[in-house]
């Protein structure tokens, strides 16, 4: 089934977060036993909450959006060419950027969104803070009244789970196992909030989420028993 999709029509994006301040004193006291219950289960009684805060970028209501990435095919005759360009900056503005890019070029039926963990995580989190900015939800992130069958989502993660809905595996591993080559990352997730808020480098957070997206790419590729792309054939725009 996965052959019958165009390349073309695949959106791949990936997305960092972090939390929504750099330190759990600047929350005020309803936000701070907020994240104390929401927390409570995670932490259980290893951490205090404040401990704790430095991972609250994973939930929508307590983090936010410092970067999406996103890859699209280009395909001229047999000629491939995969496209990654990036949205980063003020939060309202990046996602409002990313729903533009959703309502011009990747707007019709055809076209389907691929992240990996993305319907667990990235397409929920773009959703969730959306709506906390008050921007109206595109069509592709719209999920209420639709169908199964009618969401336009792939996910990467849950293709390789073959039903086996307990299956979790990361996307490093997957690259790995699949014989894709090892993108030169100098992070990886659990650095972000520091590389943000410490070292406050935006440019070294997008670097490591292209290359996620790229990896996506290449992971799908696989899926559907396709050549890997070379890297020649991938442009940053």
Known sequence: ML???????????????????????????????LWEHKSQYQRKDEF?????YD???IWAEFGK????????????????EFRVTSFQG??????????????????YPKHLLCAHNGK??????????????????????????KKPWEVPHLDTMELWKFGDYKHYTSLKLMAHILGIPSPKEDIDGS????????????????TYCELDVVTTAQVFLRLRNN???????????
């Open 48 to 52: 205090t909450a404040e401990e704790f």
């Open 90 to 107: 003020e939060e309202s503005k990046l996602l409002e950027d990313f729903k533009t890019l959703l309502n011009t070029h990747f707007k």
């Open 3 to 33: 052959h019958k999709i165009q390349l073309e029509n695949i959106l791949f994006l990936d997305i960092e977060t972090v939390p929504e301040v750099a330190d759990y004193q600047e929350l005020d006291d309803a936000k701070k036993e």
């Open 120 to 145: 667990e995580f990235d397409f929920p989190y773009i959703a969730r803070r959306m709506i906390i900015h008050r921007i109206d939800l595109p069509y592709k992130l719209d999920l209420f009244g």
């Open 227 to 237: 050549d890997l792309l070379a890297d020649s054939e991938i442009k940053k725009v």
């Open 191 to 206: 650095m972000v909030r520091d590389v943000y808020y410490e070292e406050k480098d935006v440019d070294r957070i997008v």
């Open 55 to 57: 991972r609250a970028g």
């Open 65 to 80: 959006i410092v970067c999406i990435s996103v890859g699209y095919f280009h395909m001229t005759g047999n000629l491939r």
